[in-house]
């Protein structure tokens, strides 16, 4: 048998010091290079504040103003209220107890501030008008699905000599002895229906229907 030669041990040349901060500085650099072209990854000063909810944009308030449509028809209530259709709707009319949906916004009418807003809420206010406050119950009647009509209340009708205090502080949303105006959109509504044996709700006083104005 031939000798079998000795094998020489193999040993990995190790790279010089300047050789390997040259491939560092290089791997860095395609690194970056690479951050900088992915569309999802964005700098530190890029990328916008958790904030734990959705984004929000900040505007300015802008506190609501008294419609100027046209008024298309007036009506004047034996007791003061002043009835003002600014649009009519369509079905058949609201007559008394029937179940109504409505948004509505209120305003002092001698300075023209709105102190109530229903628009602002999820959903439309719904109730029947035999239990609505007179104010509704004889200025809702004989409205549309639809429509719009502007009730300048007055003050007996409305919040009398209380007013409506702030909740916070001194003064009034609604002061004393004011006139308020409603402007009110009707959503929708259902008559109501009495079923044999069924009492139906308590209908208003007879003067709940709206006379026209002879001017």
Excluded: W
């Excluded at 990995?12 to 791997?27: H, Y």
């Excluded at 990328?47 to 100027?68: C, H, I, N, Y």
């Excluded at 229906?193 to 009492?199: L, M, R, S, T, Y």
């Amino acid at each position: 048998m031939s000798a079998q030669p000795d094998k020489m041990p193999v040993t990995t040349p190790r790279p010089s010091p300047s050789a390997l901060a040259a491939a560092c500085c290089l791997a860095l650099g395609v690194g970056l290079g690479l951050a900088g072209c992915d569309d999802n990854t964005a700098s530190p000063a890029q990328t916008p504040r958790d904030t734990g909810g959705p984004a929000v944009t900040v505007t300015e308030v802008v506190q609501p103003k008294l419609s100027t449509a046209p008024v298309v028809a007036r009506f004047t209530h034996p007791t003061g209220l002043i009835i003002e259709d600014l649009k009519i709707g369509e079905g058949m009319p609201a007559l008394p107890g029937a179940l109504v949906s409505f948004r509505h916004r209120g305003f002092v009418q001698a300075t023209g501030e709105c102190y109530e807003d229903s628009y602002r809420a999820e959903a439309p206010i719904e109730m029947s008008l035999a239990k609505a406050p007179k104010r509704l119950q004889y200025g809702l009647v004989g409205m549309r699905a639809g429509g719009v009509r502007r009730l300048i209340i007055p003050p007996d009708l409305a919040f009398g000599d209380r007013g409506i205090p702030r909740e916070e502080g001194e003064g009034f949303v609604v002061p004393p002895g004011a006139t308020v105006i409603y402007e009110v959109e009707l959503v929708n509504l259902r008559q109501f229906i009495a079923q044999p044996g069924e009492n139906a709700p308590p209908a208003p006083a007879p003067d709940a229907a709206p006379a026209s104005d002879t001017k």
